[in-house]
């Protein structure tokens, strides 16, 4: 009795521990060879996600490739696809950012396919200055995302109340800031409660008053972080915010009120990107316009990034339907759909004459036009070109400076310690 | 217990030697001839049995606690970025790093008065409150679902859910202050380096309040009604009642209640990250946030592992301690 008792004891162990290993999902490389998996970021809209759906059938109809899309939450996308990609279990295609924080990161570890042969083979029209953020060791690891710009939206219909006339250099910016504070609205809805915000604040301040120049020797290590043009971009903030142009505490406003305070007309502008022009299409019904951040000498410039864009993984078997999804992903016929239903702006050349937009996002689309054009360049969007390491200490010292936490000088030098890791 | 360890069966009739009473000598124990009451067989069969019913545990103790252990060293003593599949071994210097990371210093300053206050204020509101219940019959279900009610909620909602609270733009509580005439002390609750930590932890012994109202309620139950009236005869006060007759009594549960409060105090994460992600500027970062957006944020798997396990290293004392002394209490007859 006792020995079997024993038996039996011990196979159930086993057998338990046996089922506990059985547990693992099956590995994604496996299978038909004609589905592959594409793994995205989830939209701010639901519905977006439906409409991708819908456009990724008629690939599927007209390749005979079936593709399983999944989206993940932004904040769990790292640590998922990370783990994914390193187990072989990753999805066959996934969107992801191009900068070295990003992409780098894994094109470093070897998780990447190398896409530079498919470049020439399906000779993709891709912006040169767009291939530049997806090459790594002179490999190209992806198809560069969607191009995006950060400037200020102003509310055209308080300004004119207001008798206010456009910005044209800071100090406009200043004098139009104080007539809208004096009239009891806060007149920059700028948030940072998030922290990731802080990137895009100081983005355009620097971008305005260094230009793409200068903003190129601080991001290869020519100039230092803690330079005198970071320190007067930083201090900008904290002098607008000392000056009441920002809300009370912007630390503590969230990106979607910030947005609704703007929306609901209780702030006279608002420090973004033109991702966000559909939503204020949506819930706007005044007019709208979209301006640089001024420099002190003129109008300055909008900061200018690429959003996330397709890549393979380097463990995929089924590079052939992969790379076919991609070519599709690249295709006249899919940039103009992204366009007119996702708001967003391929990195290649989209006929847009005909295209169904609003006017705010046709500026977008002229504006972006030029990212390649180097007579009217651009600024950039710092944070998806540097690392994870300085990304936090920028996103953490814009929150230092406007809380008082620390002074412009000494979050520029952590920015400089930080650059140098 | 079977059958096996109360009654002899035939067979050790017929082979036990006699029994000698007291104590069994364990030298002799050692020695492999039959020493014990039982014979060489049964004894056997009931270490067999003591291994099978074991292995069990000892399956998931080895799964769940030895393998992550083992696995969180490891990681600690190389240099591990989340991707690299052979990291490079570092020895001990992920942890003499963290010694000298003032972020380090400052999440555990954050930490130490999350443990204080967020072991105290629960205590102290939550013992208040079950002795004003103590005696209160009509509605008691009513008032003990509606405070116990917090505990059972998801932080994270509750996380989100009083984010919109301390909301500048939208939340009530600016409002509130604004209608009584308190309009001044409005602030950017969770934005204000000020007051973010201590507006996290209000919401957090909100959640927890209720937990240690209902353990002190059921421990009053049990105080000895009989020793608290002879008190009131002898002329006590409130206050020397609550101290010399029924703290003593409840004090096992008080001390337990004490411990799961404390040691959440240590591995805080949830409702800091829900509500400010350890910001603004790190002004509510603890040492579980930090490992989080180290190994996660940063992709220092490594470093972020050595944090959690000097977090595990600084709780473990504390709670042993507070285990022992519940021990001994309960042992000396002491408490509910």
């Not at chain 1, 070897?110 to 530079?116: A, K, R, S, V």
């Not at chain 2, 545990?57 to 083992?70: Q, R, Y």
């Not at chain 2, 959440?264 to 400010?276: K, L, N, P």
């Amino acid at each position: 009795m006792h020995r079997s008792t024993f038996r039996a004891t011990t196979a159930f162990a086993a057998l338990t521990l046996a089922a506990a290993g059985c547990t693992s999902a099956p590995p994604s490389t496996g299978g038909d060879d004609d589905s592959i998996r594409y793994l995205v970021q989830q939209p701010e809209d639901p519905a977006a996600l439906e409409l991708l759906e819908e456009h990724i059938a008629e690939f599927e109809k007209e390749s005979g490739i079936s593709v399983e899309l999944e989206a993940l939450p932004m904040g769990n996308m790292r640590t998922v696809l990370q783990t994914q990609l390193r187990s072989g279990d990753g999805p066959d295609v996934f969107s992801w950012g191009s900068g070295p924080g990003y992409a780098g990161a894994l094109a470093e570890a070897g998780l990447l396919y190398d896409m530079t042969a498919a470049y020439d083979e399906y000779d993709w029209p891709i912006y040169d200055f767009a291939k530049e953020r997806v090459t790594f060791d002179g490999r190209l690891i992806g198809v560069p995302g969607e191009m995006e710009t950060i400037g200020l939206f102003y509310n055209k219909t308080m300004f004119a109340d207001l008798g206010i006339d456009e910005p044209k250099n800071l100090a406009d910016l200043k004098a139009a800031a104080e007539t809208i504070r004096d009239a009891g609205t806060v007149p920059i809805a700028a948030s940072d409660q998030e922290g990731w915000q802080g990137g895009h604040l100081l983005s355009m301040a620097l971008s305005s008053r260094i230009g793409p120049d200068g903003m190129d020797s601080l991001l290869n290590g020519e100039t230092p972080w803690d330079s005198p043009d970071v320190v007067a971009a930083l201090r900008i903030w904290k002098d607008f915010h000392e000056a009441g142009y920002l809300p009370e505490s912007p630390t503590s406003i969230s990106y979607d009120s910030a947005n609704s305070m703007f929306y609901a007309g209780k702030a006279a502008m608002l420090p973004t990107g033109s991702w966000l022009i559909g939503g204020i299409n949506r819930n706007t019904d005044f007019e709208v316009g979209y301006i640089p951040f001024p420099a002190e000498d003129g109008p300055g410039m909008f900061s200018a990034g690429l959003g996330s864009g397709p890549m393979i993984s380097a463990g995929s078997t089924k590079t052939e339907a992969a790379l076919e999804f991609v070519d599709f992903l690249v295709s006249p016929a899919h940039g103009r759909w992204t366009i007119e239903n996702m708001g967003t702006i391929p990195a290649y050349p989209v006929d847009t004459a005909k295209a169904d937009v609003s006017p705010l996002f046709a500026q977008v689309i002229e504006d972006t036009s030029r990212l390649d054009d180097s007579k009217n360049p651009l600024g950039y969007n710092i944070d998806v070109l540097t690392t994870d390491v300085f990304n936090q200490a920028m996103w953490d010292g814009v929150q230092a400076v406007l809380t008082g936490q620390q002074n412009a000088e000494q979050v520029a030098q952590t920015l400089e310690t930080s650059f140098q890791k | 217990m079977s059958r096996a360890t109360t009654a002899p069966t035939s067979h050790t009739r017929r082979t036990a030697a006699p029994v000698r009473s007291g104590r069994p000598r364990a030298g002799r124990l050692r020695s492999g001839a039959v020493r014990s009451g039982q014979p060489r067989a049964t004894r056997r069969a009931q270490t067999r049995l003591g291994i099978a019913l074991t292995i069990p545990l000892m399956a998931m103790i080895v799964t769940f606690f030895l393998v992550p252990l083992g696995s969180a060293v490891y990681y600690a003593l190389v240099d591990f970025n989340g991707i690299n599949p052979q990291p490079p071994f570092v020895g001990a210097d992920n942890f003499v790093e963290l010694f000298g990371d003032p972020k380090v210093w400052a999440a555990l300053k954050n930490n130490a008065i999350w443990i204080v206050l967020g072991t105290a204020a629960p205590l102290a509101i939550g013992l208040g409150l079950a002795l004003l219940m103590w005696a209160v019959r009509r509605g008691s279900i009513f008032y003990r679902v509606a405070f116990f009610f917090p505990y059972v909620l998801p932080q994270v909602a509750i996380g989100v859910v009083w984010g919109w609270i301390y909301d500048p733009v939208r939340g009530w509580l600016n409002q509130a202050l604004e209608t009584v005439g308190l309009g001044s002390l409005a602030t950017g609750w969770l934005g204000n380096p000020d007051t973010a930590l201590y507006a996290v932890l209000g919401t957090a012994v909100w959640a927890t309040t209720g937990f240690v109202f209902i353990i002190f309620l059921s421990a009053l139950r049990n105080v000895d009604m009989e020793l608290v009236e002879a008190s009131r005869l002898d002329g006590t006060n409130p206050f020397q009642r609550l101290w010399h007759i029924i703290l003593p009594q409840i004090m096992p549960v008080f001390l337990m209640v004490t411990t799961i409060t404390l040691i959440g105090g240590f591995s805080v994460f949830d409702i800091i990250f829900i509500m400010t992600g350890g910001g603004p500027a790190g002004a509510t970062e603890v040492l579980g946030t930090y490992a989080y957006s180290s190994a996660f944020q940063l992709n220092r798997i490594s470093y972020g592992t050595a944090l959690a396990l000097v977090i595990t290293v600084l709780a473990v004392p504390f709670a042993v301690g507070l285990n022992r002394l519940q021990r001994r209490l309960s042992l000396q007859g002491t408490g509910a």
